[in-house]
């Protein structure tokens, strides 16, 4: 499969993703672990049958670097959801993780020692102040939200700062599982297919650590209001079809990401995904018409300008622009 395969995946997947998680966490909010778990076993039982062959396939990366691997992204997949829990709004946690293409790039420099251009600096910048903005606006929000007494106005406005803590936390792991990812492919070549299956079955058994909390949910959601599944006709609690939604919308997100990694380098791959979670974003705020104000939008716009400028978008217009007598007039 090539990258512009790979992009649709992740665009039509992940996007779809975002639709059936916000369904899931307007009812159950702290629904973050059950998801996580539904979505690793659901990955983990289809690459042990078409992967691994059931057991037979030995890996062609050591067990060894996937259990590194699979450390950031357990970590990173179950902060993430679990963020959520703490008046963490849907469209600021869609902008805040966009800040991916910051953490990688500050990372970048650090373990690689690598160099970019001044457009590049300035579009994290861009990207950063975005973010910054709708982090800012976001926060009195949460107080307004909460104009009760005192007391519990400052205790939401602290479960929101330790729900941006661990978004913050979780944007770094996964900045630096990336820079991993991409220097094991250096090294053993790559195997998109194998990875996803190790970093999904893997850590299987720390869900033991988070049992109580998916089982409660799992009596939550056979509890909800009951509903026919079109085409096959069975009558299903909703939460559970829409968990069924999410878990599939997931594997072809998350799929088409891995298979970017493999195509492309780490900032590319981080890109696309920042450009998927603007246009989420985008349907997220129209659909489920969630609260979002102007000082949103000018956040949200200069996210989208830094992401612009990052690819060279400009650069590469002018050049078609200019045409071939633009090339030649650089050779005399």
Same mark, same amino acid.
């Given at each position: ?50 992967e691994t062959n059931f057991g037979r396939k030995k890996p062609a990366i050591p067990v060894r670097n996937y259990v ?52 590049? !600096? /300035?579009? #994290?910048?861009? &990207?950063?102040?975005?973010?910054? +903005? ?5 926060a009195k929000q949460v107080n307004v939200a909460n104009e009760g007494s005192e007391e519990e106005s400052f205790y ?85 079809? !829409? /968990?069924? #939604?999410?878990? &599939?919308?997931?594997?072809?997100? +998350? ?9 492309c380098a780490s900032l590319t791959v981080t890109l696309v995904v920042t450009l998927r979670k603007f246009l989420s ?52």
């Open positions: 499969m090539g990258p512009g395969a790979a992009v649709a995946l992740v665009f039509v997947g992940c996007c779809s993703n975002v639709v059936s998680l916000e369904l899931l966490v307007r009812q159950f909010p702290g629904c973050g672990n059950i998801v996580t778990f539904a979505q690793f076993l659901f990955i983990a039982l289809e690459g042990f049958v078409f590194i691997m699979v450390t950031m992204f357990f970590t990173v997949s179950v902060i993430n959801n679990y963020a959520l829990n703490f008046n963490i709004a849907m469209p600021l946690h869609m902008i805040f993780r966009s800040g991916s293409l910051i953490a990688n790039m500050i990372l970048g420099i650090i373990i690689l020692k690598k160099r970019y251009s001044a457009s590049k !600096y /300035l579009s #994290i910048a861009l &990207v950063s102040a975005g973010i910054f +903005i709708c982090t800012i606006v976001s939401a406005f602290v479960r929101w700062l330790i729900g941006i803590g661990m978004l913050t936390f979780a944007l770094l792991m996964s900045a630096r599982m990336g820079i991993f990812q991409e220097t094991l492919y250096k090294q053993y070549g790559k195997h998109s297919k194998e990875a996803l299956f190790y970093n999904h079955c893997l850590p299987l058994p720390g869900f033991l650590l988070l049992s109580t909390d998916i089982y409660s949910h799992c009596l939550y959601f056979s509890q909800s209001t009951p509903t026919v599944v079109p085409v096959v006709g069975v009558t299903v609690p909703i939460m559970w079809l !829409y /968990l069924l #939604i999410n878990v &599939v919308t997931q594997y072809v997100c +998350i799929r088409g990401v891995f298979i970017l990694t493999t195509e974003l985008i349907f997220s705020i129209m659909y489920f018409q969630n609260p979002f104000t102007g000082w949103h939008w000018v956040g949200t716009g200069v996210v989208f300008l830094g992401t612009l400028l990052y690819t060279e978008v400009w650069s590469s217009v002018r050049a078609a622009l200019r045409g071939p007598d633009g090339k030649e007039k650089k050779t005399h």
